[in-house]
């Protein structure tokens, strides 16, 4: 168990900045999963399980809906920015105030404040998320303890600086190589220049034209872009290979082998040699019809935004669990030396939650 035990009595923002003071760089979060677990085990309402250092906890209240609400526990490396501050301002200051654990110390203030929800609730903490997509613990909870993360809706604690962000769009990196012949540069006519040879493919990627779909009222944008080429033997050697990579965000009403076949139908004909797939993340649909996620868009407040980017949402859509992103900290500060969220934020955010899990 941990050392300095979390006190839960704390208001959110304090906890946030215990939290941060204790490091948990991803492959760290031990200390701090024992500390979670420590915490957790001290409320009698709740029941609690962990995996390797993956905390989850439930009240089994016999409610006609199980929401989840989850967070990781780890952080990108620190950059001179532990042990956290608080400013004149109101803005705390540390590696892992914005992502995510301003949202996490709302987790645990929800779960130690809150008995007796409308709602029966289950709490995942989980760690290795700023990592590679095998090492994460949501991932691992979900393929060794599937029933640990039964639920009707989830609400992934993300930061979305106090605004619902509904679903998350799919990426998928794919590797495009084209071929050629090596040769001489001064004698380049007896070569095949495999750089050359992009060309076509760079042109069908100037000219595409993204889909704009609007989802349960969310607009999503697409995108397909190149963020890689590589190619070059010498400054004096005709090309034989050349590499582009590939990067399709795409929107959550496209699946995964559809996101796969509509790349490849952009690039048929142009004289790609190979085609890999790198890596691919599935989209979640936004799910906000569901009747849970009405009603906690009508206790929160404000308009739902479409989310840019991937989260872990698309994990809790693949267990056919509707998911959004709510979280206190503005994701443009989220691994920034600079990283800080503002108090207010966070104490809001754990009055907002409260309100739905309690009307």
């Known amino acids: 168990m941990a050392d300095t035990p979390l006190d839960l009595t704390l208001d959110a923002a304090e906890l946030t900045a215990r939290l941060v003071d204790l490091p948990s760089e991803s492959g760290s979060e031990k200390p701090l999963a024992d500390a979670v677990e420590s915490a957790l085990r001290a409320l009698p309402h709740l029941t609690v399980d962990r995996y390797g250092n993956n905390v989850v906890a439930r009240t089994d209240l016999g409610r006609a809906e199980r929401v989840i609400l989850a967070g990781h526990l780890d952080t990108v490396p620190i950059a001179d920015n532990v042990p956290s501050r608080l ?8 590696c892992g105030t914005c992502d995510m654990k301003a949202g996490v110390a709302v987790q645990l203030r929800i779960a130690a404040t809150v008995p007796a929800p409308n709602r029966d609730l289950t709490f995942v903490f989980y760690d290795n998320e700023e990592v590679a997509a095998d090492l994460n613990g949501l ?31 799919g990426t998928l990196r794919v590797l ?28 069908r990627l100037a000219a595409y034209e993204p889909r ?63 085609f890999e797939v790198d890596d691919h993340s599935g989209a979640a649909l ?18 739902p935004q ?3 980017g991937w989260t872990d949402v698309s994990r809790f ?43």
């Open 306 to 308: 479409p989310k840019f």
């Open 212 to 274: 704009r779909p609007v989802i349960d009222g969310l607009e999503y944008r697409e995108g397909l872009n190149a963020v890689r080429v590589e190619g070059g033997v010498a400054g004096n050697v005709i090309p034989d290979e050349c590499v582009v990579t590939v990067n399709f965000r795409y929107a959550p009403d496209r699946s995964e082998q559809e996101a796969l076949e509509h790349v490849r139908e952009v690039f048929d004909g142009c004289g790609v040699a190979g």
């Open 87 to 94: 400013d004149e301002d109101g803005v705390l200051w540390g």
């Open 286 to 303: 936004p799910g906000l019809s569901h009747p849970a996620a009405a009603a906690f868009i009508e206790a929160v407040g404000g308009t």
């Open 176 to 203: 495009l190589r084209t071929t050629g012949e090596r040769a001489h540069s001064a004698r380049g006519w007896m070569g095949s220049n495999a750089v050359h040879a992009a060309a076509p493919i760079l042109a």
């Open 139 to 169: 991932g691992h909870v979900a393929a060794a303890h599937p029933d640990w993360l039964r639920g009707d809706f989830a609400v992934l604690l993300e930061p979305s600086d106090g605004q619902v962000e509904g679903g998350c769009q």
């Open 317 to 359: 859509a693949a267990l056919g669990i509707p998911a959004v992103n709510y979280g206190p900290g503005n994701p443009h500060l989220a691994h920034r030396r600079d990283e800080r969220v503002e108090v207010a934020k966070v104490l809001a955010g754990e009055e907002r939650l409260r309100a739905w899990l309690t009307a």
